[in-house]
C-alpha cells in the first residue's frame, strides 16, 4: 500500500501572519491523522518561517501519530531533532533566501557530512531519508550512506505538468531511480509542487511507497475542505 504524508507547514504559515495562536498545526497534525493521512511531515527551517520548535516539540510527543521532520544538515537543528525523536527524519537542502526548496541534496559536496548525520539517527532508530534529484548517481551515493530511504524531488516534474509541456524524460528518470533505489534496498518517496495530476501519473511507479504532499493540499482546502482533499489523495494512489 502506498502511503500519504500530509505536510502541514502552511498551517502554521497562516498563524504567523497574525502572529497568534490560530490556526494550531497540533491541532492539525491530529486532525489530519484521523481523516486519512499516514503521516504528518514538518519542516523546522532555521529561520522558522512556519513551523516553530515548541510546535515539533509537541506534534512528535503525540502518541500514535507518525511524524516525518524535514530538517536541514545545521548542527543546531539536528540537536534539537534528535532530542525530540521524530519516527523519521529527512534531510533537505536549505537556503534562506528560496521561498520553497529548489532541489534535492547535493551529495557529492556533503557526502562525509551526511554519513556521520545518518549515523547519528540510525542509532536512535529513527528512520531517515535523504530528499534528492532524480540521479541515478545519487541513488549509487545513497546506497553508500547507508540510508533507510530518499524522497525524489518531483518540483520539476510537477512544474512540467501545470504548463502543459512534455514530461515524458522526467517521468523516465524518476522510474528508473526508483527501480534503481528499490534494487538496492532503499524506500522511495516522492515529494515537492505534487497535485492530484502528478501524483496520478507517478502512482503508476510501484517503487514509489510514499507521497509527502503540503502546498496543493493545504490551498485546496480553502475551497473544498481537507476532509475532501485528504480523500481524494488517498484514493488516487491507492
Same mark, same amino acid.
Given at each position: ?13 497562516? #498563524?504567523? %501572519? ?11 497534525? +491530529? ?16 529561520? #522558522? ?6 510546535? %515539533?516539540?509537541? /506534534? ?7 511524524? &516525518?521532520?524535514? /530538517? ?15 519516527? *523519521? ?53 545513497? +546506497? ?6 530518499? @524522497?525524489?524531488?518531483?518540483?520539476? *516534474?510537477? &512544474? ?5 509541456? &512534455? ?42 511507497? @510514499?507521497? &509527502?504532499?503540503?502546498? *496543493? ?15 481524494? *489523495? ?5
Amino acid at each position: 500500500m502506498k502511503r500519504l504524508g500530509v505536510n502541514i507547514d502552511h498551517v502554521a504559515t497562516l #498563524r504567523n %501572519a497574525r502572529g497568534e495562536l490560530h490556526p494550531d498545526p497540533l491541532f492539525a497534525a +491530529k486532525y489530519v491523522k484521523k481523516i486519512g493521512a499516514d503521516s504528518i511531515t514538518i519542516h523546522l527551517r532555521e529561520d #522558522r518561517r512556519h513551523i516553530k520548535d515548541i510546535d %515539533a516539540k509537541k /506534534i512528535c510527543s503525540i502518541k500514535g501519530l507518525l511524524v &516525518n521532520l524535514e /530538517i536541514s544538515t545545521n548542527p543546531k537543528i539536528i540537536k534539537i531533532a534528535l532530542k525530540i525523536n521524530p519516527d *523519521f527524519v529527512c534531510i533537505v537542502p536549505e537556503n534562506r533566501k528560496e521561498i520553497t526548496t529548489e532541489g534535492g541534496l547535493n551529495l557529492i559536496k556533503n557526502k562525509l557530512k551526511l554519513k556521520k548525520i545518518i549515523k547519528r539517527f540510525k542509532k536512535k532508530r529513527i528512520r531517515t531519508s535523504l530528499f534528492i534529484n532524480p540521479s541515478l548517481n545519487d541513488i549509487k551515493i545513497a +546506497k553508500n550512506l547507508d540510508i533507510d530511504c530518499v @524522497e525524489i524531488h518531483t518540483g520539476y *516534474f510537477s &512544474n512540467l505538468i501545470k504548463k502543459k509541456r &512534455n514530461y515524458s524524460k522526467e517521468f523516465d528518470r524518476i522510474k528508473k531511480c526508483s527501480l534503481m533505489a528499490n534494487q538496492s534496498g532503499i524506500e522511495v518517496h516522492a515529494g515537492h509542487g505534487l497535485d492530484y495530476k502528478s501524483t496520478k501519473i507517478l502512482s503508476k511507479i510501484n517503487q514509489i511507497k @510514499e507521497f &509527502n504532499i503540503g502546498h *496543493f493540499i493545504i490551498g485546496e482546502s480553502i475551497f473544498f475542505g481537507l476532509s475532501k482533499v485528504i480523500k481524494n *489523495f488517498k484514493k488516487i494512489i491507492k
